[in-house]
């Protein structure tokens, strides 16, 4: 893997494993799930504007992947 790609992974694997740490620590008050569930239920709009934020960026990273042998590769 590239660096990008390493960075990209060790930033999701963190967030993971901080609520992971903050469970086993006994702070099971707010686990990830319970997190996005009270933040939809205070501003339901949340839950569509992360939708469209990771629309926008999967369109954004492969709008213009063309694999080998594909109508557009010419």
């Known amino acids: 893997?590239?660096?990008?790609?390493?960075i990209w992974f060790g930033w999701l694997c963190?967030?993971?494993?901080s609520f992971g740490v903050?469970?086993?620590?006994?702070?099971n008050t707010l686990t990830l799930s319970?997190?996005?569930?009270?933040l939809s239920v205070k501003w339901p709009?949340?839950?569509?504007?992360?939708?469209?934020?990771?629309g926008g960026l999967a369109v954004h990273f492969w709008w213009?992947?063309?694999?080998?042998?594909?109508?557009?590769e010419g």
């Open 34 to 38: 319970r997190f996005v569930w009270d």
């Open 22 to 27: 903050l469970e086993a620590l006994g702070w």
């Open 45 to 54: 709009l949340i839950i569509y504007l992360a939708g469209c934020l990771s």
């Open 14 to 17: 963190a967030i993971a494993f």
């Open 1 to 6: 893997m590239k660096r990008w790609q390493w």
């Open 64 to 72: 213009h992947w063309s694999p080998p042998g594909s109508v557009s």
